[in-house]
């Protein structure tokens, strides 16, 4: 199974079994019982490896959240952000429409037009750095650009994005133009004070996505 599959999966499957479980009076509607039925019921799916290694990470997370936080982990928010994002993107199982240049143009023009300071004609291949005085800004290496885009426009490599931006903004302007995206490092990348994040062919990354503010629930 991809990614996308098994995370739907494990979210489904959790809330699913929440909302049973309340319903049969075996778990109280309240944040305290919530949290605590999930952190277990997370543990013991990961006993039981009831789900794909891909979505391993995200499990052990919950576990140590939810035996440190408690009712604060927010598991079930966290579960049904991940759920509405998925099923939005993806309603039928993982299939997805390709990415194409399009789609990237425009994001770029999305971001111009917002006055961002635009750099995707040069290569990218040593720490760069970009003076914009504060603007926010969005690099691309060309020659990624033009090795990730097949001769019809698809992209058939993961591409690297650089930006210095408002990330919740940003990931929504993505979202409008069907993409969403995986994210490398918050600040240090290769193009300095800049984040990385990661665009992948017809949305299918093998690690989750970083969540638009405009689909939680």
């Given at each position: 199974m991809s990614y996308i599959l098994d995370i739907k999966s494990l979210v489904d499957s959790a809330l699913a079994e929440l909302d049973e479980m309340k319903a049969a009076g075996k778990v109280q509607n309240n944040p305290v019982s919530e949290e605590s039925f999930l952190c277990r019921w997370v543990a013991q799916a990961m006993k039981k490896q009831r789900f794909g290694n891909s979505v391993a990470k995200e499990m052990t997370g919950w576990v140590q959240q939810g035996r440190s936080h408690g009712k604060n982990a927010n598991l079930k928010g966290q579960m049904q952000h991940i759920a509405k994002a998925y099923h939005t993107v993806f309603p039928e199982g993982d299939e997805h429409a390709p990415i194409t240049r399009a789609h990237f143009d425009a994001l770029v023009e999305t971001?111009?037009?917002?006055?961002?300071?635009?750099?995707?004609?040069?290569?990218?291949?040593?720490?760069?750095?970009?003076?914009?005085?504060?603007?926010?800004?969005?690099?691309?290496?060309?020659?990624?650009?033009?090795?990730?885009?097949?001769?019809?426009?698809?992209?058939?490599k993961p591409l690297s994005l650089y930006v210095r931006g408002p990330e919740p903004w940003f990931l929504d302007a993505v979202l409008e133009k069907g993409m969403l995206l995986t994210k490398v490092t918050d600040y240090k990348s290769i193009v300095k004070y800049h984040g990385e994040y990661v665009l992948w062919p017809s949305n299918k990354a093998d690690r989750l996505a970083i969540l638009p503010p405009s689909l939680k629930p």
């Open positions: 971001l111009a037009a917002e006055d961002w300071m635009i750099h995707t004609e040069y290569e990218i291949n040593r720490k760069v750095r970009v003076i914009s005085d504060g603007q926010h800004s969005f690099a691309v290496c060309s020659s990624a650009i033009a090795k990730s885009f097949n001769e019809q426009g698809e992209l058939v």
